[in-house]
Nanobody
C-alpha cells in the first residue's frame, strides 16, 4: 500500500508561484508513473501533469508554466507552478500508477493523496 501526502498549497496572487510536494510512504515509487490532477469548484477532476523514467507529459493549459519533477531518494514528487492565474484555483491531487502506464486517465492511477488547496487571487 502506498500513502501519498500533498503539501505546499496556499493562497497566492495572480502571476505568482507555488511548489507542491507529494511525499510517498509505504513503498518506493521510483518505478511508478506519478501524476498531478486538479479539481476546481463545480468542475470534474482533470489531468495536469505526469512523470515517469522516460519523461514528462503536461496538459496544454499548463505547458510552459508548470514543471513536474521527482526526487527518488526522497520518494517525493513535485509540481512547480509559475505564472499562476485565477483559473488555476483548485484542489491538487497527487496520484501513483504502479504499472507505469503513464496516462491522463484517472482510473489508471491506483493511489491518491487527500489533495492540497491552491487559491489564486486577482
Amino acid at each position: 500500500q502506498v500513502r501519498l501526502v500533498e503539501s505546499g498549497g496556499g493562497l497566492v496572487q495572480a502571476g505568482g508561484s507555488l511548489r507542491l510536494s507529494c511525499a510517498a510512504s509505504g513503498r518506493t515509487i521510483s518505478s511508478y508513473a506519478m501524476a498531478w490532477f486538479r479539481q476546481a469548484p463545480g468542475k470534474e477532476r482533470e489531468f495536469v501533469a505526469a512523470i515517469r523514467w522516460s519523461g514528462a507529459n503536461y496538459a496544454d493549459f499548463v505547458k510552459g508554466r508548470f514543471t513536474i519533477s521527482r526526487d527518488n531518494a526522497k520518494n517525493t514528487v513535485y509540481l512547480q507552478m509559475n505564472s499562476l492565474n485565477v483559473e488555476d484555483t483548485a484542489v491538487y491531487y497527487c496520484a501513483a500508477d504502479p504499472y507505469n502506464s503513464y496516462t491522463v486517465v484517472q482510473a489508471d492511477y491506483d493511489y491518491w493523496g487527500q489533495g492540497t488547496q491552491v487559491t489564486v487571487s486577482r
